[in-house]
């Protein structure tokens, strides 16, 4: 059985937003759903001051593409502040956390294998009446694990 593949073309501002905590959005331009076996595609926006909790996720690997602004991630004890231009590979067993230092910051993300997406979409619905309980209950169902962030042994910047 020979199957056919076509191009996937998003345009500009076109594709699933996801608002997140602390101001940021994303709009998912490439899902799984487009993308099966491969990628999801998400370009994100972070206000100064916003960004994740420090999270590992076993299943996933993140790739994040800089397009303006400066964006400091913490990957185990180390932190690396990255601007226009720099991408940074994050392994998904990794710990790691990005924080908006100089913005808004515009980035590009990729996640492989695709999924991780639907995460945004349902951490959208609960941003309303967000709670710790529903949050870490969604973040277990997506493999992600919370943990405390420890001490910044070696600054990159």
Do not use: Y
């Amino acid at each position: 059985m020979t199957v056919t593949r076509t191009p996937t073309i998003t345009r500009a501002g076109r594709g699933v937003r996801h608002d997140h905590p602390g101001g940021a959005s994303s709009i998912t331009s490439l899902t799984a759903d487009q993308h099966p076996e491969g990628v999801a595609v998400q370009f994100a926006t972070m206000p100064k001051g916003s960004g994740a909790p420090f999270h590992r996720h076993p299943t996933f690997d993140e790739v994040f593409i800089i397009l303006e602004g400066r964006v400091e991630f913490q990957a185990d004890d180390e932190v690396h502040t990255l601007g226009p231009g720099d991408l940074i590979h994050v392994p998904g067993e990794i710990p790691h956390a990005p924080t908006c230092v100089e913005g808004p910051a515009r980035l590009i993300m990729l996640v492989t294998p695709p999924r991780f997406e639907d995460f945004f979409h349902r951490v959208g619905d609960t941003l309303n009446a967000p709670s710790p309980e529903a949050l870490q209950s969604l973040a277990h169902e997506f493999g992600i694990e919370f943990l405390d962030r420890p001490e910044v042994r070696k600054r990159h910047d």
